[in-house]
């Protein structure tokens, strides 16, 4: 059997190029979800519950990117944190934008009646939420969901691995696809069920598509370098949990240990602790839980992080995400490379 390489985020760097950006403030790192919704800065939390509810989505909401509230609580809980989500977003922007309200919703149960309670709360997104995407659940609750909301709602839906369920996705009624299974942090998926695609490569197969949906990479992401990759190769926005987890305003208690670190927990949602506190019993497990050291304000990282990303687009002398997508060179990097790639006088 012959196997083709599959890529992932250490394995390639972007080559810089010649730049004529003489500042970063040149940069624009929009970009439109639909024709109604745009992006200033196209990132998106996680709908984890150690990552968005209302206090995340809102700071996202600030800089200009997105939070996707989770749906791990009840109808009328997650339905409350929409509707206040709504009233603060509504006066933190400018009377002409539409605000993106985006909230989490599975394929089985009430998830019907979840997504019409959450509309009507004020979400103008629905993220149809599923570990595996490429099923004929997510096929019908797609049609489900565009025969009962209409055209106006904007579908996000996933997660998928190959351009085949990515065209699929979009065809039963995706307007955005989360592209990745396997690769995010709390992830055991993999180790659990031998199925999955090294991250950065599930995004150059569905940058191949032809379908107008928008590409989400999503888990993995590690630092705004991976983040620039990911769009680099083809990514329309970029999906966050681990970056955003133990900040202030990501939900948990800051946990103090007995030499006074603080910390936050960060857990998978197929976790079995996550699994036993939502429905009682665990099953399938295919995510951990974890503390990590706490960050402090979300603001702050995500002023990191976008000075990052335009410093990255500057290095390959890109003005906004297209001109980077049309631009970039990637090179694939040795281990000796990626080695030198690091702080590696830290290692000596
Ligand atoms: P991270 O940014 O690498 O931490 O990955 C976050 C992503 O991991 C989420 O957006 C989900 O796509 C995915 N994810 C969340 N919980 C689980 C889980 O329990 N198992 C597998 N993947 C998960």
Known sequence: MKFRKAVTYDDVLLEPQYSTIRTRQEISLGNALSDDLWLDLPLISSPMDTVTEGEMALAMARHGALGVIHRYNDIETQASIVRELHAATSSTLSAMATPAIAAAIGVTGFYLQRAVALCESGANILCVDVAHGHHILVKEALRSLRSELGADVHLMAGNVATLAAFNDLADWGADSVRCNIGGGSICSTRIQTGHGLPGLQTIFD?????????IIADGGIRTSGDIVKAIAAGADFVML???????????????????????????????????ITWRGRHSSNEGVATQIPYKGDVDLLLQDITNGMRSGLSYSGARDIIDLQTKAKFVRQTGAGLNESGTHILSR
């Open 206 to 214: 569905c940058a191949a598509t032809d379908r107008d949906v928008k």
């Open 241 to 275: 949990g681990s970056m955003l987890a133990g900040t202030a305003e990501s939900p948990g208690e800051i946990i103090e240990d007995s030499a006074g670190h603080l910390f936050k927990k960060y857990r998978g949602m197929a976790s079995k602790d996550a699994q």
